[in-house]
T-cell receptor
């Protein structure tokens, strides 16, 4: 078990460019979550997947943001036409949910730090 | 608005002492609470969790206490070590609100003094 892996670790882009981040969850986990964290704040929920289905989106997820998990394994988060306000740490977490699972602990990756210039 | 909050942004303790980090929540319907530790440049690391049908849970050197009457959560760390220096977040899972996304507080920065 290698834990939750996120790539890249850092991304610097110019305003208006598109960026894409990748998350590889813990292999047997069926749930995958995206959060955003700004300096000095706790993570804020963006969206989550149950297998390949995207079941919930936060109001923080504007129409410039899109997330996919096509095969129920890795996920991508794309931000189109980036703005300076998008600068943040983007965290991915995964968990195992289902019958017989009494806890839904979310395990986080190290995050992708985005800087929009 | 934010429903999970911390009483102190920074807590400084002597190495070897016990630390108590507090958290208040506002949603009485929340049924699951987690404490995470986040070191600089890393993602949040799970420490311990507790469900609303319990009022205390112990782990290795850590204890979480839940007081539903006053909607208060605390994390106790015994015999604090230098490696405990980090930001600690409490988080809640609200049934029917934000799916299973956790709601985090702002965090308490624990500083260990030698």
């Amino acid at each position: 078990d290698t834990g939750v892996s996120q790539n890249p670790r850092h991304k610097i882009t110019k305003r208006g460019q598109n960026v894409t981040f990748r998350c590889d969850p813990i292999s047997e986990h069926n749930r995958l979550y995206w959060y955003r964290q700004t300096l000095g704040q706790g993570p804020e929920f963006l969206t989550y997947f149950q297998n390949e289905a995207q079941l919930e989106k936060s109001r923080l997820l504007s129409d410039r943001f899109s997330a996919e998990r096509p095969k129920g394994s890795f996920s991508t988060l794309e931000i189109q036409r980036t703005e300076q306000g998008d600068s943040a740490m983007y965290l991915c977490a995964s968990s195992l949910d289902g019958w017989g699972v009494s806890e839904n602990i979310q395990y986080f990756g190290a995050g992708t730090r985005l800087s929009v210039l | 608005g934010e429903s999970v909050g911390l009483h102190l942004p920074t807590l400084s303790v002597q190495e070897g002492d016990n630390s108590i980090i507090n958290c208040a929540y506002s949603n009485s319907a929340s049924d699951y609470f987690i404490w995470y530790k986040q070191e600089s440049g890393k993602g949040p690391q799970f420490i311990i969790d507790i469900r609303s049908n319990m009022d205390k849970r112990q782990g290795q050197r850590v204890t979480v206490l839940l007081n539903k009457t006053v909607k208060h959560l605390s994390l106790q760390i015994a015999a604090t070590q230098p490696g405990d220096s980090a930001v600690y977040f409490c988080a809640e899972n609200r049934p029917g609100g934000g799916a299973d996304g956790l709601t985090f507080g702002k965090g308490t920065h624990l500083i260990i003094q030698p």
